[in-house]
């Protein structure tokens, strides 16, 4: 094969995302006009594009706000986009959240709210329960993301410290009638777990997130845990009267997203297999399962035969293990990957959150192929040392591999593609 093995992923990455531009995905389920006012709100890594798309697609009148993360906005005539912060919330979330309720309150039966959803509004939203303060949810916050949990237990936590998660957003909208068009990053799509629900109620319960506390060890401040003890922590159940005329759409999805990623890699003339689009778990972990089927097809030419793409999707976790690395799930998992096949040639790499940001830094993701490893040796790290303490930016970083595409105006949840030649 005479493919550049990066240029080729970068392809596959960019198909992905293309197939989740809300300008495709939002007119194919724009909602019937109302008799009212039109009201657009929306929470997410990629819901200013939502809601620009929505306006070119929409001809009737509309106003409303978004809320996305700093640097992700983008331009609206109508509506009014504002920025918070990811992933962990801050003041101005606090501002947008109350804004949205705002927003929401006074309207009858004969309005619609069209509601924007995308991944990343847990923690642009923070509605702190009465009693809580906006301290106790950055705590309840830092907390999930370093257990190590996977996301439908931190969202099912987060809806019970919230007034505005689990579908309270669309109860305080009742009686106006609420469409939700959601681009999922969740592992099986489930809308209710996107952005922790705001206007999707869920099934977890609240004995549900006092169970997650426990199995993941999490130590969560005493106001907090007194709240979840009690029934006013409960949040709308599917079936509510206020919720029961919503509708809800997936727009975009990994899955979606992922056979764009293999049309692509045919057009390329490179056979391509999807191994799963809801792969959860430990990124080390799994980047070491990823790594020994590799091997496998470059040794033994199974379980599929090379040339051929692999590709995964779906969000797993990084449980934080020292202070002080940099990098996300996307970097660590393909650190531990590199480890796996190091010395092995004919791989070659591509881990990238489709939202263009891995953690806290500005890369998407990282490049790795056989020599990774080696050529971090050669300087002067030791890639097995810096996995352990969660540093596999500095890694990646020092051999010129990170993957930076910028925002990319959705969210679809990873990407991880492996060129087997």
């Excluded at 620009?52 to 009737?60: I, L, P, R, S």
């Excluded at 393909?334 to 881990?351: C, R």
């Excluded at 939202?355 to 790290?381: C, H, K, P, Q, W």
């Amino acid at each position: 094969m005479s493919l550049d093995p990066k240029a080729f992923l970068t392809s596959i990455f960019e198909a992905a995302v293309a197939a989740a531009d809300p300008e495709l995905t939002i007119r194919k389920h724009l909602p019937q006009k109302p008799k009212g006012r039109t009201i657009v709100i929306g929470a997410g890594k990629g819901s200013a594009q939502m809601a620009a798309a929505f306006e070119k697609a929409w001809d009737g009148p509309l106003e409303g706000l978004i809320v996305t993360r700093y640097g992700y906005g983008a331009k609206c005539e109508r509506l009014e986009v504002i920025e918070a912060a990811h992933p962990v919330p801050d003041e101005a979330g606090l501002i947008a959240s109350k804004r949205l309720l705002d927003k929401v309150s006074g309207l009858t039966e004969d309005d619609l709210v069209v509601a924007l959803i995308s991944g990343g509004g847990s923690a642009l939203l923070p509605s702190p329960a009465p009693g809580l303060t906006l301290a106790d949810e950055i705590a309840v916050n830092e907390a999930l993301l370093a257990s190590g949990a996977p996301i439908s237990a931190m969202n099912t936590i987060r809806k019970h410290v919230s007034t505005i998660k689990g579908g309270r957003l669309a109860a305080a909208a009742w009686p106006a009638r609420v469409v939700s068009l959601v681009v999922s990053d969740i592992p099986g799509d489930d809308p209710a777990l996107v952005a922790s629900g705001p206007t999707i109620p869920g099934a977890g319960s609240r004995a549900d997130a006092l169970d997650f506390i426990k199995a993941y060890g999490m130590k969560l401040p005493d106001a907090v845990m007194a709240h979840l003890n009690s029934p006013a922590a409960d949040a709308p159940q599917v079936g509510d009267i206020r919720l029961k005329g919503n509708t809800v759409h997936v727009i975009a999805s990994a899955a979606v997203s992922l056979e764009a990623a293999v049309a692509e890699a045919k057009r390329q003339g490179v056979e391509a297999v999807i191994l799963s689009d809801s792969i959860e778990g430990e990124a080390r972990d799994v980047g070491l399962v990823h790594a020994a089927i590799a091997r496998e097809v470059t040794t033994r030419d199974r379980p599929f035969k090379k040339p051929v793409l692999l590709l995964s999707g779906g969000e797993t976790t990084v449980t934080i293990r020292a202070k002080g690395g940099k990098g996300g799930r996307n970097s660590e998992f393909l650190l531990a990957f590199a480890i796996g096949i190091d010395g092995v040639e004919g791989i070659h790499a591509l881990a990238a959150d489709t939202d263009g940001i891995d953690g806290s830094e500005n890369n998407a993701g990282a490049f790795a192929d056989g020599t990774s490893v080696r050529r971090m040796r050669a300087a002067d790290l030791d890639a097995k040392a810096l996995l352990a303490r969660n540093d596999a930016w500095t890694a990646f970083n020092a051999v010129g591999d990170l993957f930076v595409p910028g925002p990319t105006g959705t969210n679809v949840n990873d990407l991880r593609a492996i060129l087997i030649r």
